[in-house]
T-cell receptor, first 117, second 110 residues
Framework: GAVVSQHPSRVICKSGTSVKIECRSL??????MFWYRQFPKQSLMLMAT?????????EQGVEKDKFLINHASLTLSTLTVTSAHPEDSSFYIC?????????????FGPGTRLLVL | GQNIDQPTEMTATEGAIVQINCTYQ??????LFWYQQHAGEAPTFLSY????GLEEKGRFSSFLSRSKGYSYLLLKELQMKDSASYLC???????????FGAGTQVVVTP
């Protein structure tokens, strides 16, 4: 299947700092990427939809000024957690949508585990 | 509102068959995905149904009934490596937004 990468895979930071997570589709162009957050033993919760060249659409309850999303190209979207706090510690996963005439699926990146101290 | 329900956990023995049911009520619907997720890893794509009926792919099959808001994932000839969480997700808009269920933890025993 198609490959989506995320970097970094794991990050530990101090409270108050900002962390940038990159999501790349390696072998296909993704006009739409999605950012999810997953707390332990819970399912994925969609944070925002990222469309190339336009502003991201955030889900209810997700602060757009805290979680900055940039989708600068068809293969790269970034999520920046600004002024991170311990409650932001979570597993952040991106997905990229592969769409075509007969194909519709989303491929997930390997995830980024964020720990804020 | 949006609601996607699936059982929390299911246990089955190696070689057996397990069926994971998923019911959904969403404001928009454009298809139903099933993903497998091992602990600490990202989900991997298993199947996508947009039309009613059964889609078979090797040991895994997925069924959809749009009129009933119902889907199931059938896992045949269970193997130990199939122990994982299985996520049901409804695509709720044309952009591909997914609403996930809480996941069903499948435990395969020898």
């Amino acid at each position: 299947g198609a490959v989506v990468s995320q970097h970094p895979s794991r990050v530990i930071c101090k409270s108050g700092t900002s962390v940038k997570i990159e999501c790349r589709s390696l072998d296909f162009q993704a006009t739409t990427m999605f950012w999810y957050r997953q707390f332990p033993k819970q399912s994925l919760m969609l944070m925002a939809t990222s469309n190339e060249g336009s502003k991201a659409t955030y889900e209810q309850g997700v602060e757009k000024d805290k979680f900055l999303i940039n989708h600068a190209s068809l293969t790269l979207s970034t999520l920046t957690v600004t002024s991170a706090h311990p409650e932001d510690s979570s597993f952040y996963i991106c997905s990229a949508r592969l769409a075509g005439h007969t194909v519709e699926t989303q491929y997930f990146g390997p995830g980024t585990r964020l720990l804020v101290l | 509102g949006q609601n996607i329900d699936q059982p929390t956990e299911m246990t089955a023995t190696e070689g057996a068959i397990v069926q994971i049911n998923c019911t959904y009520q969403t404001s928009g619907f454009n298809g139903l995905f099933w993903y497998q997720q091992h602990a600490g890893e990202a989900p991997t794509f298993l199947s996508y149904n947009v039309l009613d009926g059964l889609e078979e792919k090797g040991r895994f099959s997925s069924f959809l009934s749009r009129s009933k808001g119902y889907s199931y994932l059938l896992l045949k000839e269970l193997q130990m490596k199939d122990s994982a969480s299985y996520l049901c997700a409804a695509r709720t808009d044309s952009w591909g937004k997914l609403q996930f269920g809480a996941g069903t933890q499948v435990v395969v025993t020898p």
